[in-house]
């Protein structure tokens, strides 16, 4: 297909998702990851958390969710009355799929005096299990707001040292995932980076390892990149998290250069929804993600529990 040929096509895309929107009385939320010209189509586009919210306040019937499974999830348990569609239902998060409930529950029988903090890249019956949940954004304030000297971090262990190094009084046990994409983003990418663009800012995700946090500025949730780049008076940065984002941070602030810490820092899950399956999710109201009530309620205790300390 030609470029032409590609614009046509979208253009026409755009419109039969514009109608459908309008026919099903739908929502499209995305995640910073997503590709270039489904972020463009958002009506809210943000991370985990910025996601859940919109989700929790949306009056829309349906909400089209362009992420992965685990948010899509979330979504249906803070709004059980609306139709949550994901465009592609093989989208997951590998990092969520590394917990189940079943070792959760054998860990908090060794810790019994321990509190369980739910990282929200879990899946719901995880979330059931859990005390509270927790971001990117907001792990930080909510380990803090726990009542509890042991605290077990589900499941990403990065982002549980991370956590834990800035809290030293509290004792955190962290579960062994880790998410395999932060995980290609080295130590020696940031420090050739930082050789050759001198003035750049580094901004890295909490999920990379703790030599590559080592090295950075600020450690950020997707959203708070977002809104960091915006206001920081550098004009460069290198940006440590899945490449996605930096379609959002070149076109927010077509002024400043972004650098990928790591190009080969890709989400195959991520992008596995495209315009096509969106415009088809609306049409045939596929596939929709359903939460049994009975694992939904004790889940939304934990997500709730999280939106009351930090939003
Ligand atoms: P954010 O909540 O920071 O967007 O992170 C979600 C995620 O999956 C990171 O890999
Ligand atoms: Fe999951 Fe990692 Fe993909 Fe985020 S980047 S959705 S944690 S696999």
Known sequence: MT??????????????????KRKRNAIILAHNYQVGEVQDIADYLGDSLGLSIKAA???????????????????SILSPERIVLMPDKNSGCPLADMADKNSLKSWKKRYPEATTVAYVNTTAEVKAESDICCTSANAESIVNSVDAS???????????????????????????????VHMKILAEDIIKLKEKYPEAEVIVHPECTFSV????????????????AGKSKAKEFVVGTEVGILHRLKKENPE??????????????????TLEKIAAS????KYEVKVPEAIRKDAKRAVDKMLKVAR
């Not at 990065?158 to 880790?178: F, M, N, R, S, T």
């Not at 946090?213 to 960091?228: E, H, N, P, Q, W």
């Not at 609306?282 to 109201?285: I, K, V």
């Open 3 to 20: 470029e032409v040929e590609g614009k046509i096509m979208n253009k026409g895309l755009l419109q039969k998702i514009k109608e459908l």
């Open 57 to 75: 306040q949306t009056k829309a019937d349906v909400i089209v969710f362009c992420g992965v499974k685990f948010m899509a999830e979330t979504a």
């Open 150 to 180: 042991q605290i077990l971090f589900i499941p990403d262990k990065h982002l549980a040292d991370w956590v834990a190094k800035k809290i030293p009084e509290k004792k955190i046990i962290p579960y062994p995932g880790y998410c395999s």
């Open 213 to 228: 946090i080592k090295l950075a500025d600020k450690v950020l949730s997707t959203g708070g990149m977002c809104k960091y």
């Open 256 to 273: 400043k250069i972004f650098y990928p810490a790591n190009s080969s820092a890709v989400c195959a899950d991520m992008k596995l929804i």
């Open 282 to 285: 609306l049409s045939e109201m």
